[in-house]
């Protein structure tokens, strides 16, 4: 393991801000507002700012005062933060980000957490400093985390994620259950049991339908990266301002901001994130995770009847109502001892509400 920090060379500074003053604009349609997809005043504004504004070296500072390493298994690099408690009886636990954010989205609860806990942060296979992944996978990034956690010193360990963390998160409770603590989910992310159960509930079909019409209304995005993520990324590896809309976008349409981005994320946030899948030219490979999951050829698919039963928190953020899954339908597929619904937050919870989930986090554990 060798120790990372994060560093920008200035003649790549330089690009950027070059690639950002010769935005070509594309023409936006009479009163589209955020219909059409990103705002074309506000993405304006945040290519200015982050040609003439954004604090660099603010951005690092925060970055490196935690402690980072880089390391290799079975062949893919991993990056991750790692802050052990005073506590040495404290818990181990590793935190799993989702699209589309990094490792840098946990950071709000490394000071809320780490008196209780020993903090693993891990980038995701080609997300910003696990990078370069040029592997179709890897589907079993569970494993890599298991022995992660083992070269660290932690036979035992407790989980928590959201997104596609979620999905790592319930794959470690059900591959590597003799080693799991607890599981704490901000969001399910699992294949439902198949064939589906025909005792389901009115409850669970209105669920199943309402996430049928968000793949309509909100899934082009996982259609095209789920097909063809290679073309998209040509445009996103070559424009910053490109990737800044991308994911931006993203941020508003998945938070808990009633239709106003800046009352969750300020443009530091979004910029700390935008910069770093663009330094580390990793938003292509992010991507591909969409494809991987669509031909995942080895799915986890519990059978009816069959559920994870490692003790499992499951954390219901307001903020993706079309997605709240029923209680009913996340018992038929985790052994749930805590379930609650925050009053705010959404789809990235650490950033929009870091006290409601670091304190549903401690309290879950500390029960266990």
């Known amino acids: 393991m060798t120790p990372f920090q994060f560093t920008v060379p200035a003649q790549e500074l330089a690009d950027l801000r070059t690639r950002l003053t010769r935005t070509r604009w594309p023409d936006a349609a009479d009163d589209a507002g955020w219909s059409h997809g990103t705002e074309i005043g506000y993405l304006r504004d945040l290519v200015r ?27 893919v690099p991993i990056h991750f933060a790692h802050v052990r408690s005073a506590d040495p009886a404290a818990t181990p636990l590793i935190l799993t980000h989702g699209w589309p954010s990094t490792f840098a989205e946990f950071l709000p ?34 494993d890599l985390w298991a022995a992660l956690m083992h070269r660290l010193g932690y036979a035992r360990f407790g989980a928590c994620g959201s997104d596609i963390g979620a999905r790592v998160t319930s794959r470690l409770g059900w591959y590597h259950a003799e080693r799991m603590i607890g599981l704490h989910l901000s969001s399910v992310d699992l ?21 049928e019409a968000w793949d309509r209304t909100e899934g082009g995005y996982a259609a095209l990266q789920s097909t ?28 808990d901001c009633d239709g106003d ?33 669509r031909h995942d050829p080895d799915p986890l698919r519990l059978p009816p009847g069959v559920r994870i039963e490692v003790p499992t928190a499951i954390a219901m953020f307001p903020g993706e109502a079309d997605l709240l899954v029923p209680r ?41």
């Open 109 to 142: 609860l490394i000071p809320r957490l780490s008196d209780a806990f020993h903090l693993v942060v891990p980038s995701l296979p080609g997300f910003a400093f696990s990078t370069p992944h040029t592997r179709r996978g890897p589907r079993r990034i569970h």
């Open 228 to 255: 063809r993520p290679q073309t998209l990324g040509y445009g996103l590896c070559d424009s910053p301002a490109g990737l800044a809309a991308w994911i931006a976008e993203k941020h508003r349409a998945w938070s």
């Open 49 to 75: 700012y982050w040609r003439d504004g954004f604090d660099w070296h603010a951005m690092a500072t925060r970055l490196n005062a935690v402690p980072q390493f880089v390391t290799e298994i079975d062949g």
């Open 328 to 368: 009913t339908f996340a018992e038929r597929c985790y052994r749930v001892v805590r379930w609650s619904e925050p009053p705010s937050g959404g789809h990235f919870p650490a950033v929009e509400e870091p006290d409601l989930l670091a304190d549903d986090v401690r309290s879950f554990f500390s029960s266990l």
């Open 191 to 211: 294949e439902w049991p198949h064939p589906l159960p025909e005792d389901l509930s009115a409850q669970e079909r209105a669920y199943l339908d309402r996430c």
């Open 261 to 293: 981005i800046t009352t969750r994320f300020t443009m530091d946030d979004l910029l700390t994130t935008i910069s770093l899948y663009w330094f580390t030219n990793s938003i292509n490979s992010a991507n591909r995770h969409s494809y991987v999951a």
